[in-house]
T-cell receptor, first 114, second 114 residues
Framework: AQSVSQHNHHVILSEAASLELGCNYS??????LFWYVQYPGQHLQLLLK??????LVKGIKGFEAEFIKSKFSFNLRKPSVQWSDTAEYFCAVSLYNQGGKLIFGQGTELSVKP | ETGVTQSPTHLIKTRGQQVTLRCSSQSGHNTVSWYQQALGQGPQFIFQ???????GRGNFPPRFSGLQFPNYSSELNVNALELDDSALYLC?????????????FGPGTRLTVT
């Protein structure tokens, strides 16, 4: 069965530190890739997405992610985190031509210390 | 542009009861997907409705059923509630039922089964 794995359950950083959250998926076909963020008390919001083209995608709030097909990975990065980035981050995959069903990873909780 | 709305916000039910959760899709969207998010986990796909027809189903038993109406709003019904059904139920709307279009999530309904 297809699955998405996020490497870290909880990450704690100080402000201005760089961030990289790992995401790997298990599916050999064409995929669409997403990162969603859930700020405390808020609903899931789309950070960025990859459908095709340039494997380095930029999202909102200075986030970016790189799709490496050979590694089945879609890691999320930000050069300098802020306290306001404290949230839970979910990587998700949808399989091409299978109705848009999203398969989510278990999430990574990011805590940024001021 | 009106976002995805869900009702009720919170709900407490007793084991064996039935529950109906409601979702209004974002304006212009014809596809609604439902997800179950247990505490500390990523959302799990329940099913998707596209133009009033079920368009994919996850690994959930038949006591989880749904409907989509001509205005593209949707209901999730759960019969014979079990304690493990306690979770946050998320609705997401999107445009199109076949491709991995980005999904916009509502705030969720928190269901507690006692």
């Amino acid at each position: 069965a297809q699955s998405v794995s996020q490497h870290n359950h909880h990450v704690i950083l100080s402000e201005a530190a760089s961030l990289e959250l790992g995401c790997n998926y298990s599916y050999g076909g064409t995929v669409n890739l997403f990162w969603y963020v859930q700020y405390p008390g808020q609903h899931l919001q789309l950070l960025l997405k990859y459908f095709s083209g340039d494997p380095l995608v930029k999202g909102i709030k200075g986030f970016e992610a790189e799709f490496i097909k050979s590694k089945f990975s879609f890691n999320l990065r930000k050069p300098s985190v802020q306290w306001s980035d404290t949230a839970e981050y979910f990587c998700a995959v949808s399989l091409y031509n299978q109705g848009g069903k999203l398969i989510f990873g278990q999430g990574t909780e990011l805590s940024v210390k001021p | 542009e009106t976002g995805v709305t869900q009702s009720p916000t919170h709900l407490i039910k007793t084991r064996g009861q039935q529950v109906t959760l409601r979702c209004s899709s974002q304006s212009g969207h014809n596809t609604v997907s439902w997800y179950q998010q247990a505490l500390g986990q990523g959302p799990q796909f329940i099913f998707q409705y596209y133009r009033e027809e079920e368009n994919g189903r996850g690994n959930f038993p038949p006591r989880f059923s749904g409907l989509q109406f001509p205005n593209y709003s949707s209901e999730l019904n759960v019969n014979a509630l079990e304690l493990d059904d306690s979770a946050l139920y998320l609705c997401a709307s999107s445009l199109g039922g076949q491709e991995g279009h980005e999904q916009y999530f509502g705030p969720g309904t928190r269901l507690t089964v006692t």
